[in-house]
């Protein structure tokens, strides 16, 4: 079975903080994990991706993550927070079963706070 | 690239009729599509894939006669929500596959916001 664990319901940061978004997945195999943000009555849209290579990898907005293997994580990071980085971010892994099905966590909210 | 858009992104329907909801990958071509339902603050939930040419596979606990789904074109997929009840009120999201992408990953429309009176 595989499952993404985001511990944290909403995160709080000042604007110019470094801001973390945690995520933790359980999948056999090599994991192939995904970001994604949501705002407001919007659909998701792409962050970034780990397939396989360097462990940050580097998405959209200035946004990064690093994937650890011993720790099975892959949380979100970004050196300086924005107002507008408020939203919803969800974490998801594709299945090894079914390379179609994507598990998605259960989101975490950020707030960006001038 | 990969954009996928969803139509209509709002609608507003009375309890026992049916609503169409249409997800178009705008410049690649999806052989596989997928409905997602989010409640409020509420994760993503996988009702079904839409493969072209064929039919849907329902996720367990989803009513695959209330929930039709049909995937006419590798760039078009319908979801029909029959006999709508307040209940079926939700945002409603699809995703598309690149089948030119090792990693599967998804591209999400916009979604739609159904409201059942």
């Known amino acids: 079975a595989q499952s993404v664990a985001q511990p944290e319901d909403q995160v709080n940061v000042a604007e110019g903080n470094p801001l973390t978004v945690k995520c933790t997945y359980s999948?056999?195999?090599?994991?192939?994990l995904f970001w994604y943000v949501q705002y407001p009555n919007r659909g998701l849209q792409f962050l970034l991706k780990?397939?396989?290579?360097?462990?940050l990898v580097k998405g959209s907005y200035g946004f990064e993550a690093e994937f650890n293997k011993s720790q099975t994580s892959f949380h979100l990071k970004k050196p300086s927070a924005l107002v507008s980085d408020s939203a919803l971010y969800f974490c998801a892994v594709r299945g090894a079963d079914n390379f179609n099905k994507f598990y998605f966590g259960s989101g975490t909210k950020l707030n960006v706070k001038p | 690239g990969a954009v996928v858009s969803q139509h209509p992104s709002w609608v507003i329907c009375k309890s026992g009729t049916s609503v169409k909801i249409e997800c178009r990958s705008l410049d690649f071509q999806a052989t596989t599509m997928f409905w997602y339902r989010q409640f409020p603050k509420q994760s993503l939930m996988l009702m079904a894939t839409?493969?072209?040419?064929?039919?849907?596979?329902?996720e367990q606990g989803v009513e695959k006669d209330k929930f039709l789904i049909n995937h006419a074109s590798l760039t078009l997929s319908t979801l029909t929500v029959t006999s709508a009840h307040p209940e079926d009120s939700s945002f409603y999201i699809c995703?598309?596959?690149?089948?030119?992408?090792?990693?599967?990953?998804?591209?999400f429309g916009p979604g739609t916001r159904l409201t059942v009176t």
């Open positions: 839409s493969n072209e040419g064929s039919k849907a596979t329902y």
């Open positions: 999948v056999s195999g090599n994991p192939y």
């Open positions: 780990y397939i396989t290579g360097d462990n």
């Open positions: 995703s598309a596959r690149d089948g030119n992408s090792r990693a599967y990953e998804q591209y």
